[in-house]
């Protein structure tokens, strides 16, 4: 198994350009979350899925889309990019919602905003 | 949002040396986790704690989940330069995966 990849690894945009982080997971599991890291702030939920067709609102959602049409598949889009959403974003899965499955998390994407 | 706070925010020690690092909350929690950060990946899972008072090892590492629910810490003993990272805790107070996550530990080890 790849596990959880992410692309692409590093990008850079200007402000107001849009663009998708892409994330997969081929451990079919039903639990897919995005985070978002920012120096002495650890990570932060931004949305999450507990299965295809559902996703719901995390911590700091604002400025960011998500859809799951697939198991697989969990895109995070950025309609207009700002600086404030430079920061290094990590995909997370695991099997299922309860609270004692482990989330395995992808290798992240480090973007900046100019 | 909640944040959990976590202690020291770094440690410069010499190789063999013992590390400790704590996490603590404002609210009860139901679980928590400690992750390890490599320069460059993702977090990944060290230790996972369900209950009050629990204690679980890890090979060098061993975590407990205090006895309050409000608080966790890590040691790790005898410390090798593999084990040069950051370290963050994490936390769950409801009934699902939504982790709530420390501002972390970066840990150096001189050889």
């Known amino acids: 198994n790849a596990g959880v990849t992410q692309t692409p690894k590093f990008q850079v945009l200007k402000t107001g350009q849009s663009m998708t982080l892409q994330c997969a997971q081929d451990?079919?599991?039903?639990?897919m979350s995005w985070y978002r890291q920012d120096p002495g702030m650890g990570l932060r939920l931004i949305h999450y899925s507990v299965g295809a067709g559902i996703t719901d609102q995390g911590e700091v959602p604002n400025g960011y889309n998500v859809s799951r049409s697939t198991t697989e598949d969990f895109p995070l889009r950025l309609l207009s990019a700002a600086p404030s959403q430079t920061s290094v974003y990590f995909c997370a899965s695991s099997y299922s919602l309860a609270i004692n499955n482990e989330q395995f998390f992808g290798p992240g994407t480090r973007l900046t905003v100019l | 949002g909640q944040q959990l706070n976590q202690s020291p925010q770094s440690m410069f020690i010499q190789e063999g040396e013992d590390v400790s690092m704590n996490c603590t909350s404002s609210s009860i929690f139901n679980t928590w986790l400690w992750y390890k950060q490599d320069p460059g990946e993702g977090p990944v899972l060290l230790i996972a704690?369900?209950?009050?008072?629990e204690l679980t090892s890890n090979g060098r590492l061993t975590a407990q989940f205090g006895i309050t629910r409000k608080d966790s810490f890590l040691n790790i003993s005898a410390s090798i330069p593999s084990d040069v990272g950051i370290y963050f805790c994490a936390g769950n107070g409801g009934a699902t995966n939504k982790l709530i996550f420390g501002t972390g530990t970066l840990l150096a080890v001189q050889p």
């Open positions: 704690l369900y209950k009050a008072g």
């Open positions: 451990m079919n599991h039903e639990y």
